[in-house]
């Protein structure tokens, strides 16, 4: 009852920050800069859905996976081309709806279809990954990533080289951060249920956790399923708040971007996800008036923070999305 209290505040919280912060910055107001900034606001929001699903295989299954820029392409190629298929078709059965309910319908559609797509990626790569384990399974997850981008690049269905466009704006503000609440409550859940337990057992030591009688081909295949259907959402997200898709938005360089952003923050912890996507969005702006030494002073950056904090942030500290009645493992 208190889980389903604090999601209808989230929601009515977004839904005033929308209407009030966020309509502001897009109409001008006092801050010049108010379309760039909600754009930055935006990319946060994305980037926190893809390190907090990310870090459910690398930080708390214990899996290396490098490829998921390839969930994330799934789900926002998926999400635009149903849309502009289906678009209309579905606008005709709800048009008793306003536009912005209408929009909302179309919104969720596409994304349902982007995540369950995605997810089917998922076990596609993690049914054959399962008697890999470390650089090796790094290596097939970047292979799987990369073969997804060149399969993109050939379709002309979807713009092949030249990239999809023509996709209808349905997300904003509130659509991406109500993913990030639902996201954040999804993984944090998992992982204090007894389902994270059998997750974390399988990172610590795999052989003593088949020999307490946890499925890990089971448990494993399942984190690889969920965190991709996550990185679809957010494909969907991205997809349907750009207008606009290239497989150059998704190389192996997106792929390593998100792995930085749980590395810094904390493997293994919630809340270092979500600051090391802060960070990283932030710190890659920031540093845009430096022209061709951004990303110089970027990877410095880096590297100080890898020889003072090497296990992030956060470390494996979870500060406040944890239940009180959970024991330290």
């Known amino acids: 009852m208190k ?15 929308q209407l009030t912060v966020v309509d502001g910055l ?7 800069q108010g379309p760039y900034i909600h754009q930055i606001l935006i990319l946060v929001g994305i980037n926190v859905i893809l390190s907090v699903s990310l870090n459910l295989i690398n930080g708390f299954t214990g899996q290396f996976s490098i490829g998921h820029a390839g969930f994330f392409a799934v789900g926002a190629y998926t999400s635009a081309f149903i849309i502009s298929t289906v678009g209309d078709s579905v606008r005709n ?4 709806l306003p536009s912005t309910g209408q929009d909302a ?12 797509l995605a997810g089917v990626a998922g076990l596609a790569v993690g049914i054959p990954s399962l008697r890999l384990r470390g ?3 790094a290596i097939v997850t970047l292979g799987f990533g990369e073969i997804i981008r060149v399969f993109i690049l050939n379709i002309d269905a979807i713009g092949g080289s030249r990239g999809f466009t023509g996709i209808p704006r349905l997300s904003n503000f509130f659509w991406v951060y109500l993913f990030v609440v639902l996201t954040v409550m999804t993984v944090q859940n998992l992982i204090y249920s007894s389902y994270g337990r059998a997750f974390i057992s399988i990172r610590d030591d795999e052989i003593a956790a088949e020999a307490m009688g946890v499925d890990t081909t ?3 295949v399942m984190s690889f399923v969920i965190s991709s259907m996550f990185g679809g959402i957010a494909g969907g997200l991205f997809g349907h708040f750009t207008m606009y898709l290239h497989p150059n938005t998704f190389t192996f360089i997106k792929s390593f971007e998100i792995i930085i952003m749980i590395v810094i923050g904390g493997l293994g912890s919630i809340e270092g996800s979500i600051l090391g996507a802060v960070l990283i969005t932030v710190i890659l702006e920031v540093f845009r008036g430096f022209g061709p030494y951004r990303l110089v002073i970027f990877s410095i950056t880096l590297i100080l923070i890898m020889i003072y904090r090497p296990q992030g942030i956060m470390g494996s500290k979870a500060l406040f999305l944890k239940p009180k009645r959970f024991t330290a493992r």
């Open 105 to 116: 319908v179309l919104l969720l559609v596409g994304i349902l279809a982007g995540a369950l």
């Open 3 to 17: 889980k389903w209290l604090l999601v209808l505040g989230a929601i009515v919280l977004l839904i005033v920050l």
């Open 26 to 32: 897009l109409l001008g107001g006092p801050i010049q």
């Open 135 to 137: 650089d090796y399974l």
């Open 93 to 96: 059965v709800v048009s008793f």
């Open 218 to 220: 089971r448990f494993k």
